[in-house]
RNA sequence: GCGAAAGUGGCGGAACUGGUAGACGCGCUGGAUUUAGGAUCCAGUGGGGAACUCCCCAUGGGGGUUCGAAUCCCCCCUUUCGCACCA
């Protein structure tokens, strides 16, 4: 018998697959057409088992839609600008353009040896001038409709790294690599007014069917629509136009307001106090809070603080004059900074209001009638019936919400007003290794667009990488020096680049037409091929990518250059994959392999061990190569798909692995063994007249993989079925004697499990294949069909139970009626023994189930 | 604190619209073969009792609905994830 000779199977289909063409995707029309993506990675250059999950599931799906006839598009490329190469560079010399280049090359090898196809004629990279000519294009053309902006604002910066953070490189306020804090510095910045589309994308979430629910509600939050009302607060000893304008959800508790709060950064503060005795203590007091960090503050982590101004405002409804203050906890970013202080029914005003000694006024009562202010620990926000509200007193608060911004409009003092916590996308980076900003600075013109005719903005490739805090690009005067597209005068180039979130934001679009050079993409085909049929990625892109992927959607859709609104149709997160890793109190993570009796392995400290994500920076990775040279690829794409349910967080099981390679390699012999007995048996026909039972089985695992495969993605079920049922085809074989073999139904099963594995297992089931006699690709083999009316059994088993547990089992045919399956039961020796005599008070037949006796 | 998801053998996990809990795999136990095995094959494996195929208890805990609940309802506990001064 041959042997299962991975090492030499692997290899050679995995040239077949590439050799032949075989996922090259045919042009989109045919009404079959299916467009499956997996999140393009950074190329880090190593890629671990965990790593691995993401594409084998894509790979395991796109085989699969293969096989039933879809013309499948499945491209990859390369989310290959960022961060980590331009600091790699600073630590090591290496140029990003190197260390990306070579990172590419080593991933495609890897996906290669794990079996993983791709339409690799459509691979590109973001940072390939091809590339971001096109996302230059995309800015230049939100540019042209105001949606591409600059203003100043504050960014993260780093000063031990001397360098600008981008925010998810900030970790609970400390920069993700030194740990250093973090504080904010007021620069120039470019953003795009994805604002402008909050309301769509928030909307929108409801026609997305089949995205995880999770990830909607997530979203949701992100964007944070609340509706409320903006009203204008008369500053005692200042001109009506002079008013301070808040903003509230809740107008129903304004005659519980008894005070104001701005933010310290409110630009009317200065103005408020200038002159007056509180002026030094308050502008000291708005310095040193703009010094305290933003994540704190915003976080809440930060005690609430604050200064009376020494001026009053007038409550528009009830005329009253209440102090205005200066609070830390009032965001400068939300609403307009400012806001009526209710502390009855505000828990963040009730905490202010009680640490600063004002008076706390109930205006909204409960079902239980009022609360005394004085013997209240926490604020009363729900809603209720208002009292001491003047005119409103004795409604409904949520009636009185309405009709109170109603009023404030009809008197001029106030707007019904919708508010989000989606702030504008920055997306200026003080960065070399990005796409460059294609604006140019000219004295004479101002900020001048690059024309298209000149894109792309090339970034140059000697540049000097030593981090200063400006963007590397600015001190490289070839790159900057340039003439004004308008006037041709001497003019400077924009040195930031792009953060890497907006070439991810449009690159599967780029896939449909990756070399065009006239366009970023072929409206017609892209029409076609999108929505994408099923994306898979991570839950960590729940939010930024699969939001700005969103936006940028929409946007290429009003300016008429997609049909389509949403850009992916089905959306799947796989888990993540766990493994022990050490921790140790001095030194930390460490290596677990170099672990031994829980102490760490440079100091004689114990250790402690946790499960986590698989991470280099944790010590806790499991090489892709070191199960493939055990026990081969299919092994390792077979076990990852049978440990957990795919969407779920899932440890690594270094003996669980064994456990597949076993599975395949009695499926191999199995295959061989039987193959030879057989000869040239073929089994074509689906012979009623063959073994009944081989036949049912065969049919209900081709139901049960297919279902699995399409419906849920439940590849640890599909698997189970084929495990179970090649162990039922191994004992049948074992068990009846060979002359007696269902000879053309045992080689119709064995080619049907060759190709039900395939998806999971490509290589060996390539190589069985053709031991089975046929001579082409099992992918071009189509996907077995099955019939239901051969999932039908003649005799059924049913449980008998009395009040309810599990007494004995019978066998009735399929057809016998309620009364005949009684019957049966009752007289069932056990059942009789224990009805000793009773009469049963009622018999409940389930057909196809169980009986239950009830006495 | 708010929101969501989830708690099933020693472990990963099965269980269709309520209908024989523990599929499949790992691990473990016994046996066969072997110079040996981290190889292969056979048998067993939720717990407790009884000893042949019988009883009791078991799906985080406690109630409830039902002939029947892992599944539905209520209360509680735990874990994970997300949000968290957004007025």
Same mark, same amino acid.
């Given at each position: 018998?041959?042997?299962?000779?991975?090492?030499?199977?692997?290899?050679?289909?995995?040239?077949?697959?590439?050799?032949?063409?075989?996922?090259?995707?045919?042009?989109?029309?045919?009404?079959?057409?299916?467009?499956?993506?997996?999140?393009?990675?950074?190329?880090?250059?190593?890629?671990?088992?965990?790593?691995?999950?993401?594409?084998?599931?894509?790979?395991?799906?796109?085989?699969?839609?293969?096989?039933?006839?879809?013309?499948?598009?499945?491209?990859?490329?390369?989310?290959?600008?960022?961060?980590?190469?331009?600091?790699?560079?600073?630590?090591?010399?290496?140029?990003?353009?190197?260390?990306?280049?070579?990172?590419?090359?080593?991933?495609?090898?890897?996906?290669?040896?794990?079996?993983?196809?791709?339409?690799?004629?459509?691979?590109?990279?973001?940072?390939?001038?091809?590339?971001?000519?096109?996302?230059?294009?995309?800015?230049?053309?939100?540019?042209?409709?105001?949606?591409?902006?600059?203003?100043?604002?504050?960014?993260?910066?780093?000063?031990?790294?001397?360098?600008?953070?981008?925010?998810?490189?900030?970790?609970?306020?400390?920069?993700?690599?030194?740990?250093?804090?973090?504080?904010?510095?007021?620069?120039?910045?470019?953003?795009?007014?994805?604002?402008?589309?909050?309301?769509?994308?928030?909307?929108?979430?409801?026609?997305?069917?089949?995205?995880?629910?999770?990830?909607?509600?997530?979203?949701?939050?992100?964007?944070?629509?609340?509706?409320?009302?903006?009203?204008?607060?008369?500053?005692?000893?200042?001109?009506?136009?002079?008013?301070?304008?808040?903003?509230?959800?809740?107008?129903?508790?304004?005659?519980?307001?008894?005070?104001?709060?701005?933010?310290?950064?409110?630009?009317?503060?200065?103005?408020?106090?200038?002159?007056?005795?509180?002026?030094?203590?308050?502008?000291?007091?708005?310095?040193?809070?703009?010094?305290?960090?933003?994540?704190?503050?915003?976080?809440?982590?930060?005690?609430?603080?604050?200064?009376?101004?020494?001026?009053?405002?007038? +409550?528009?409804?009830? *005329?009253?004059?209440?102090? /205005?203050?200066? %609070?830390?906890?009032?965001?400068? &970013?939300? $609403? !307009?900074?400012?806001?009526?202080?209710?502390?009855?029914?505000?828990?963040?005003?009730?905490?202010?209001?009680?640490?600063?000694?004002?008076?706390?006024?109930?205006?909204?009562?409960?079902?239980?009638?009022?609360?005394?202010?004085?013997?209240?620990?926490?604020?009363?926000?729900?809603?209720?019936?208002?009292?001491?509200?003047?005119?409103?007193?004795?409604? +409904?608060?949520?009636? *009185?919400?309405?009709?109170? /911004?109603?009023? %404030?409009?009809?008197?001029?003092? &106030?707007? $019904? !007003?919708?508010?989000?916590?989606?702030?504008?996308?920055?997306?200026?980076?003080?960065?070399?290794?990005?796409?460059?900003?294609?604006?140019?600075?000219?004295?004479?013109?101002?900020?001048?667009?690059?024309?298209?005719?000149?894109?792309?903005?090339?970034?140059?490739?000697?540049?000097?990488?030593?981090?200063?805090?400006?963007?590397?690009?600015?001190?490289?005067?070839?790159?900057?020096?340039?003439?004004?597209?308008?006037?041709? %005068?001497?003019?400077?180039?924009?040195?930031?680049?792009?953060?890497?979130?907006?070439?991810?934001?449009?690159?599967?679009?780029?896939?449909?037409?990756?070399?065009?050079?006239?366009?970023?993409?072929?409206?017609?085909?892209?029409?076609?091929?999108?929505?994408?049929?099923?994306?898979?990625?991570?839950?960590?892109?729940?939010?930024?990518?699969?939001?700005?992927?969103?936006?940028?959607?929409?946007?290429?859709?009003?300016?008429?250059?997609?049909?389509?609104?949403?850009?992916?149709?089905?959306?799947?997160?796989?888990?993540?994959?766990?493994?022990?890793?050490?921790?140790?109190?001095?030194?930390?993570?460490?290596?677990?392999?170099?672990?031994?009796?829980?102490?760490?392995?440079?100091?004689?400290?114990?250790?402690?061990?946790?499960?986590?994500?698989?991470?280099?920076?944790?010590?806790?990775?499991?090489?892709?190569?070191?199960?493939?040279?055990?026990?081969?690829?299919?092994?390792?794409?077979?076990?990852?798909?049978?440990?957990?349910?795919?969407?779920?967080?899932?440890?690594?099981?270094?003996?669980?692995?064994?456990?597949?390679?076993?599975?395949?390699?009695?499926?191999?012999?199995?295959?061989?063994?039987?193959?030879?007995?057989?000869?040239?048996?073929?089994?074509?026909?689906?012979?009623?007249?063959?073994?009944?039972?081989?036949?049912?089985?065969?049919?209900?695992?081709?139901?049960?993989?297919?279902?699995?495969?399409?419906?849920?993605?439940?590849?640890?079920?599909?698997?189970?079925?084929?495990?179970?049922?090649?162990?039922?085809?191994?004992?049948?074989?074992?068990?009846?004697?060979?002359?007696?073999?269902?000879?053309?139904?045992?080689?119709?099963?064995?080619?049907?499990?060759?190709?039900?594995?395939?998806?999971?297992?490509?290589?060996?089931?390539?190589?069985?294949?053709?031991?089975?006699?046929?001579?082409?690709?099992?992918?071009?083999?189509?996907?077995?069909?099955?019939?239901?009316?051969?999932?039908?059994?003649?005799?059924?088993?049913?449980?008998?139970?009395?009040?309810?547990?599990?007494?004995?089992?019978?066998?009735?045919?399929?057809?016998?009626?309620?009364?005949?399956?009684?019957?049966?039961?009752?007289?069932?020796?056990?059942?009789?023994?224990?009805?000793?005599?009773?009469?049963?008070?009622?018999?409940?037949?389930?057909?196809?189930?169980?009986?239950?006796?009830?006495?």
């Amino acid at each position: 018998m041959k042997s299962y000779d991975f090492k030499k199977i692997e290899p050679h289909w995995q040239e077949f697959w590439q050799r032949e063409h075989l996922f090259t995707a045919k042009p989109a029309g045919g009404g079959r057409d299916f467009y499956m993506l997996m999140m393009f990675p950074y190329p880090s250059g190593t890629l671990h088992v965990g790593h691995g999950r993401n594409y084998i599931i894509g790979d395991a799906l796109c085989r699969f839609m293969k096989m039933r006839g879809y013309n499948v598009l499945s491209p990859m490329g390369w989310d290959a600008f960022g961060l980590p190469a331009e600091n790699f560079a600073i630590r090591q010399g290496v140029h990003p353009a190197d260390s990306t280049r070579d990172n590419i090359d080593k991933m495609r090898r890897q996906f290669k040896e794990w079996g993983i196809v791709y339409d690799w004629e459509r691979e590109l990279a973001s940072c390939h001038p091809g590339f971001y000519r096109w996302t230059q294009w995309l800015f230049l053309r939100m540019h042209e409709k105001g949606l591409a902006y600059r203003r100043r604002a504050d960014v993260n910066w780093c000063d031990s790294c001397k360098t600008v953070l981008a925010n998810e490189q900030v970790v609970e306020g400390a920069c993700e690599r030194c740990g250093n804090p973090v504080d904010q510095r007021d620069l120039e910045q470019w953003f795009l007014r994805i604002t402008r589309y909050a309301d769509r994308l928030l909307d929108d979430l409801g026609t997305l069917e089949e995205w995880p629910e999770r990830v909607k509600v997530m979203q949701a939050n992100w964007i944070g629509r609340s509706e409320g009302v903006e009203l204008d607060f008369k500053v005692e000893g200042e001109s009506d136009d002079q008013s301070l304008r808040v903003y509230t959800t809740r107008p129903d508790t304004i005659y519980g307001a008894t005070f104001m709060a701005m933010a310290p950064e409110h630009p009317r503060l200065a103005g408020l106090v200038a002159g007056r005795p509180e002026e030094k203590a308050v502008l000291a007091f708005a310095a040193e809070v703009r010094r305290e960090s933003a994540f704190a503050r915003g976080a809440g982590l930060v005690e609430k603080r604050g200064l009376f101004t020494g001026r009053h405002a007038i +409550n528009p409804y009830s *005329g009253e004059k209440v102090p /205005i203050w200066a %609070a830390n906890f009032v965001l400068p &970013g939300y $609403g !307009t900074g400012a806001i009526m202080a209710v502390p009855a029914h505000d828990q963040r005003d009730f905490e202010f209001a009680r640490a600063a000694g004002l008076p706390v006024r109930v205006v909204i009562a409960g079902p239980e009638g009022p609360l005394d202010p004085a013997a209240m620990t926490e604020a009363f926000t729900a809603d209720g019936v208002m009292v001491d509200s003047g005119p409103w007193s004795g409604r +409904n608060n949520r009636q *009185g919400i309405a009709e109170m /911004i109603a009023h %404030a409009e009809k008197e001029g003092f &106030g707007q $019904g !007003t919708v508010n989000f916590r989606l702030r504008d996308w920055l997306i200026s980076r003080q960065r070399y290794w990005g796409a460059p900003i294609p604006i140019v600075h000219c004295d004479a013109c101002g900020e001048v667009p690059v024309p298209d005719d000149q894109l792309p903005v090339e970034l140059p490739r000697d540049v000097e990488f030593r981090p200063t805090g400006d963007s590397p690009l600015a001190a490289c005067p070839e790159f900057v020096n340039t003439p004004c597209p308008a006037c041709g %005068a001497p003019a400077r180039r924009e040195t930031d680049t792009m953060d890497t979130f907006v070439d991810s934001s449009w690159y599967f679009l780029r896939f449909i037409s990756p070399r065009l050079t006239s366009a970023p993409f072929d409206r017609e085909e892209v029409n076609r091929w999108l929505p994408v049929g099923q994306y898979i990625g991570g839950i960590e892109h729940a939010i930024l990518h699969l939001l700005y992927a969103r936006f940028v959607t929409k946007f290429l859709h009003d300016i008429g250059w997609t049909e389509f609104e949403e850009p992916f149709a089905r959306l799947f997160t796989q888990g993540m994959i766990t493994y022990p890793a050490a921790r140790c109190a001095r030194h930390g993570w460490v290596p677990i392999a170099q672990v031994k009796e829980q102490t760490c392995p440079q100091c004689e400290e114990t250790v402690e061990i946790s499960l986590q994500k698989m991470a280099k920076s944790k010590y806790n990775v499991v090489a892709p190569a070191s199960i493939i040279d055990r026990f081969g690829a299919d092994t390792e794409r077979l076990f990852t798909l049978f440990m957990a349910p795919p969407e779920r967080e899932c440890e690594w099981s270094d003996e669980g692995v064994r456990g597949a390679s076993r599975f395949l390699n009695r499926i191999w012999k199995l295959v061989q063994e039987t193959s030879a007995e057989l000869g040239s048996e073929q089994g074509a026909a689906d012979a009623t007249s063959g073994d009944a039972e081989l036949r049912r089985r065969t049919h209900a695992v081709t139901r049960k993989v297919t279902e699995d495969l399409g419906q849920d993605l439940h590849f640890n079920t599909a698997v189970a079925a084929l495990m179970e049922f090649s162990n039922f085809l191994a004992d049948y074989l074992q068990k009846t004697a060979r002359g007696k073999w269902d000879r053309p139904g045992v080689a119709r099963a064995l080619k049907i499990l060759v190709q039900l594995l395939h998806p999971f297992a490509p290589h060996i089931t390539e190589e069985l294949w053709r031991d089975l006699g046929e001579r082409d690709s099992v992918l071009a083999g189509g996907w077995p069909e099955w019939d239901e009316s051969a999932l039908a059994l003649d005799v059924v088993e049913l449980a008998v139970t009395v009040n309810g547990k599990l007494r004995a089992n019978i066998s009735v045919p399929v057809d016998a009626t309620r009364e005949q399956v009684q019957d049966l039961a009752l007289a069932h020796e056990r059942i009789v023994k224990i009805l000793d005599g009773r009469e049963p008070r009622k018999v409940i037949v389930v057909p196809g189930r169980l009986v239950n006796v009830v006495v």
